[in-house]
């Protein structure tokens, strides 16, 4: 079991490393990175930090905190749609499945709704990472335009998510889980922070909205780790 947790625990920390070097570091600093050891962990209670982000105006040098956020989130989602995609093929258990299936819906609308938002807020379309650029899994280190070395890898992967190891693993249910645990974590945090200062009523919504699911998830799927693999 050993091994199991400690590949957790590096995943954990080196998301979190690669975070504070992406765009949001300084939210993830004045956050506080959640603490993690042993098994996946439930997320803290929807909402909860949710007045230490930044102060001030809620802009991150040219951007607004709304158009910074809807740049990070959207590639966050990609990452864990892909890794949604994989288990409704490689999953065993019906309720990883299920999750999948809900997972894959629920943020594949919010994408859409993000990018309509971003047109009509900013004037322009949501920039597109390819391949290698801003999918962390495919080694890329930076999405260029000046957004900071690592965003790929902290935020388009956010959370340690490896698809090719997640394909190749032994028990795909429980590789899942070890991943998209720390993932979900990375987006509530990212949400929980952003709408602190969000200036868009229609996204703050749907922040709230990510926070309460993505908290439901993780507490769901720590239940089935623990009923699974017998780890508390």
Known sequence: M???????????????KLAVGAGL????????????????QAAAPAGSGTGMGLSGPGRMGNQSMDQHFIVMMIPHHDGAIAMADLALTRAKRPEIKELAKSI?????????????????WFGKAVPSW????GWGWQGGMGMGGGMGMGMGMGMGMGGGTNLSALSAAPDF??????????????GV????????????????????????????????????????????
């Open 2 to 16: 050993g091994h199991h947790h400690a590949a957790f625990n590096q995943t954990a920390s080196v998301a979190l």
């Open 25 to 40: 570091g300084a939210l993830v600093l004045s956050f506080g990175a959640p603490a993690r050891s042993g098994p996946p």
């Open 104 to 120: 894959r819906a629920s943020q594949t609308r919010e994408n859409a709704q993000m990018r309509a938002w971003y047109r009509e």
């Open 130 to 133: 390819g391949p290698g650029t």
């Open 173 to 186: 249910d429980r590789a899942f889980i070890e991943q998209m645990i720390p993932h979900h974590q990375m």
């Open 189 to 232: 945090m990212m949400a929980s922070m952003a709408q602190t200062n969000s200036q868009h009523p229609q996204l703050r919504a749907m922040q709230q909205a990510m926070v309460k699911a993505q908290s439901r998830e993780i507490e769901q799927m720590s239940q089935w780790y623990r009923s699974w693999y017998g780890t508390p």
